[in-house]
């Protein structure tokens, strides 16, 4: 057994990022060709954003930089120093939560719960742009999202529903994290 | 309080027990696991479609710096597989290569960057065998069969029943109908790829987390393979990320991390990319079918001959299963007086077919509700009515001994009908524009164990806490389908309580009861039967102890909203928790059991084990589609579908499975294909899979998938947790034969095969321009060297069940005698 970590090839050595992930500043030091999404799963160990496809194809992978619905998986952590990065992890807020999660949560939006995290993060995307949606305007925002369980109707009603909750204002009842 | 079915938790819209941690990511998947020191695995795989290895040099692999272990087929001597009849693979290939993607090296390093270097420092040498790339190559004689116990040439199993004298019936018959079809394969694509990770204890135990829909048949493989007790082997099924049948076969990479972390005495995990999972495969077997149909002219069938050749890949997997499901379901949904099958799968260079939601059945569906659009068109008939005047009955044998319970057919074709406007729109709508209908049923939970045991299919146990807690331990895996939900609604609507005071804990081989897994939609029956029986003990012994207490006869109380009170005078009892301080006091440590075995097969015939389920699901579905001729661009407008599921436990839930069905039916029928291709002949002339990524390979997004009318039947079947039947399975079936009709109904092509595609319907168009047939799809059926056929007589020709003769079954005068067992 070699001397395991010492790196005989010229492996670029680490670089040192300050990354805005779910309002915290958080320090990492990582390879630089790591992509967002291996920074934040391995790294940072927010393992709710998730991978299927390792080609920007499923959409497992979205969170949301400057509130934008973005692939984590096409974009390399060095590009996200001065962001605001969201994961699905920092959805609910000081343990509400969001309009979004209730609904999934009611209406079947979310059944093994792989596609669920990136999901959210495209319909709070489209949400926090285009408050009161139709139909054709959720399919086109989520259509980057694959989901292999529900045949997407569940998740649709659940956008819908969340808008016409957000749209009352009413808080959504009891949705409290546990 | 409780009127007899005013239930307070079944049947109810209720958020599922396990939603919340998965819309916070919070739900922990086998590749989240991250443990302190752990190493990570990487596997190398053929890049040669068949091939005998000559030597395997892993010396400059092991040097790498940061790699822990390099392991070969030599480190596995022995085999295994999911059913007794095939245990045909090896963790790692020792002596042969049968597909490109076969594993054959695994590098265990300090992270995945560097195993993956390392994979391309070992040196294979392969002497390259003949490939065997479609079905009639694989009906040719050789002397390098794939698999040693092949039958002959490369057939891995024929298999051939006659239920009454079918050529007798054809020829009583008015017409004859006589119609080949193909299905091409499709894979699952769940979206969570495969992952495990395996932990040795100190003491030389193992402990693998694994996404995998059946912990306890990787339990018996890891025995079987690491030669351990498997009571120093934990298998803990972490919740799937998607399996639809896709994680049901013990895996190559799950036995190998167990056994480098055993050798390392350090966790060591692997994640498969996309690519590999398409090489893990399991899922749909192309099917070439040929299906021969007698009817009266008044719209009687008198009888069926069904033959199919299923492409099997390069390994058995559930294949002699899957083979038998492409004829057994058959006679369920319409009176068939006599049926006769000849089944055959193959072995070919591919990645190995299993089974995929539907198992084997979809294939047969599409070939059947295709073929009697044909007949009810040429009798003239509404293609509803001539299904109504055959739909079998409820509480009756089928001519292959099936016992059918409950049966909503009937009803399943009228809901639809109505739903739909269906007499207003078959034959009606302006060309372009069609309406096609198709029905099916499907089993709930196979009646036979993979592995012939006597013991339970399903245990649940229950612990009783002082502090009211009530925590339900089951084998049973959540794959998103709801199985936690079911298990702990049934708990709480027989202890009276509500769902958040009770914990479930499934899919751990240490901890939970044996059940044997979330395939052929079982597990809400057989799970929820024993749930109920153990949820039903241990509320005797509550019930003992507090009538005790309350001095009044035990049938006096009643459990409801977290009390257990006198049904007559309500306000005298206490709540649950106070009620479980109670027995606690009266019987000491609380605990219950239960749990289920499905009846008895009735038929006695060899290979009557497969088909047989305690009561069958009934589905009808109507597709209204729009088709553009000149592009052949298939739009479907909208689905209707009914299913016959007994009872909705959770309605929200049933509803996800129904239309997650009628999704992945969809996409089978326009788009995915999991199909192979040759490399170009000065690269290596390989047969490689085609689309091995989610970019080439198609399935529905949410632009493509229509809106979905869902209308759930239920009249309630005994033999189901309060009346309820399966509901993930079933509802696929009728979906892409449905579309094949309403694409005849818009524009008058028959696309005789899947998938439909643009370029298909355009042909078709054209030939109808000229003239010819507008029909796509295969000619002929191949020429089989069929064996006997077993002959068992119907019911209702006096038969008992038992086969009439005992036909050896056909083999190579070389062949030793490998597989004693008929089937399992």
Known sequence: ?178 | MTGANRFSVIGKRRVRVDALSKITGQTQFADDIVLPRMLFCKLLRSSLPHAEIESVDVSAARDYPGVYLVLTGQDFPVEYGILPVSQDERPLCRDKVLFVGDPVAAVIARDEQTAGEALGLIDIRYRPLPTIATVREALLPTDTPLQEYAEEANIHRRLAYSFGDVEAALKEADYVFDDTFFYEGSTHLALEQHAAVGVADPDGRVTLWSSTQCPHYVHRAMAKTLEMPAAHIRVIACPNGGGFGGKTDPFNHEIVVAKASLMLGRPVKICLTREEVFYCHRGRHPVTMRLRTGVTRDGKLTGMHLQTLLDGGAYGSYGVASTFYTAVLQPLTYHLPRYSYQACRVFTNKPPCGPKRGHGTPQPRFGQEIQLDKIAEKLQLDPAEFRLGIVEKPNTLTANYLKIGTNGLKQCIERVVTRSDWKNKHRKLPTGQGVGLACSAYMTGAGTAIYWNKMPHSGVQIKLDRSGLITVYCGATEAGQGSDDVLVGLVAEVLGIEPIDIKCVTGDTDLTPVDLGSYSSRVTLMMGNAAIQAAGRARDLIAGAVAERLEIPVDHLGFAEGRVFDVGDPSTGMTFCEAVICAEEKHGTLVSTGSYAPPKAVAKFPGAGVGPSPTYSFSAAVVEVEVDTETGIIEISCVTIAHDIGRALNPVLAEGQIIGSVYMGIGEALMEEHTTRRLAPRLSDALVHRNPSMLDYKSLTMHDMPQVHVEIIENPDPNGPFGAKEAGQGPLLPIMPAIANAVYDAVGVRIDELPITPEKVLKALNLKASGREPRIGPKRFPEIDWPESVFVLPPWEGGDGTASNKPERKRAAKMHNMDKVATS
């Open chain 1, 1 to 178: 057994m070699t001397e395991a970590n010492k790196i005989t090839r010229n492996r670029p050595g680490n670089v040192h990022l300050s990354l805005n992930v779910n309002g915290e500043n958080l320090q990492v030091s990582v390879a630089p060709y790591k992509t967002l999404l291996e920074v934040l799963r391995e790294d940072l160990v927010l393992t709710g954003t998730k991978h299927g496809c390792e080609l920007g194809e499923c959409g497992t992978c979205t969170v949301l930089v400057n509130g934008q619905a973005v692939l984590s998986c096409l974009l390399l952590a060095l590009e996200c120093e001065d962001v605001e990065i969201e994961t699905i992890e920092g959805m609910a807020k000081d343990r509400k939560l969001h309009p979004l999660q209730q609904a999934f949560a009611e209406h079947g939006g979310s059944q093994c719960g792989y596609c669920t995290g990136g999901m959210l993060m495209s319909a709070k995307a489209l949400l926090d742009s285009q408050p009161q949606p139709d139909g054709a305007q959720i399919r086109e925002a989520l259509s980057g999202n694959l989901c292999r369980c529900t045949g997407y109707q569940q998740i649709i009603d659940s956008v819908k529903a969340a808008a016409a909750t957000m749209r009352d204002g009413a808080t959504s009842p009891g949705g409290d994290t546990p």
